[in-house]
């Protein structure tokens, strides 16, 4: 059973397909069946919704089963945000460097703010739709501390700012094995497996 990644996104690709591995299924991305990419606008109030979204608007498109997730850090000493804005939070316009972008402006937003005050979580919903507008969800939740300034070179997004303090390192100095372990993503997948594995 193949199932489409409703992403354009290389990392959160590899780390879907990692999370996968050993399920029965070929995850594949739009470029491995020639999708062009459908034009879906993110304006849901929630994460469900936009996750609802993008994955029966791919799954519409291809005829295949489509799998998306939204997901973003909530910080509490923001009330919340950046939320379901964190990948467009410092901008709408295509650039190369949006995640650096998007980080420093969260530094900048919580300048002054004592570490005791960063407490924040990375939230994420998972997606599952069919082409004939059935849909499964899951999710998962990560907490943590937006750290000072950035560490590590793993990850994307949030990661470098996101602090574990139980570990002592951010998201992005974990490895591959601990993010896919603990993360908001991974928890969400985990939740989604019982319905993936039911796929033939």
């Known amino acids: 059973m193949r199932v489409l990644v409703a992403s354009s996104n290389a990392k959160k690709l ?3 397909r990692e999370l996968a591995a050993d399920l029965p299924l070929e995850i594949v991305s739009p470029a491995d069946v020639g999708l062009a990419l459908p034009d879906v606008v993110e304006d849901a109030p929630t994460f469900e919704g936009n996750a ?3 994955a029966l608007a791919f799954a519409q498109a291809s005829g295949l089963p489509a799998i998306a997730d939204d997901s973003g850090i909530c910080v509490e000493a923001l009330g919340g945000a950046p939320g379901i804005y964190s990948a467009r939070y410092s901008g709408e316009e295509p650039v190369s460097d949006r995640d650096e972008r998007n980080n420093a402006k969260l530094l900048r937003a ?3 703010v004592p570490a005791a005050k960063r407490g924040a979580w990375y939230q994420c919903v998972v997606c599952l739709a069919w ?3 059935r849909t499964e969800f899951a999710s998962g939740r990560w907490d943590g501390f937006v750290a000072f300034s950035p ?3 793993g990850g994307f997004g949030y990661d470098p700012l996101f602090l574990l303090p139980r570990h002592g390192r951010t998201a992005a100095e974990l490895t591959p094995e601990e993010k896919r372990a ?3 993503r ?3 997948m985990r939740a989604l497996r019982p319905v993936l594995e039911r796929l033939r």
């Open 14 to 16: 590899k780390e879907l």
């Open 52 to 54: 609802r979204k993008k």
């Open 110 to 112: 919580l300048a002054g």
């Open 131 to 133: 082409p004939d507008g």
């Open 151 to 153: 560490r590590g070179s």
């Open 182 to 184: 603990w993360s908001h």
């Open 186 to 188: 991974g928890q969400a």
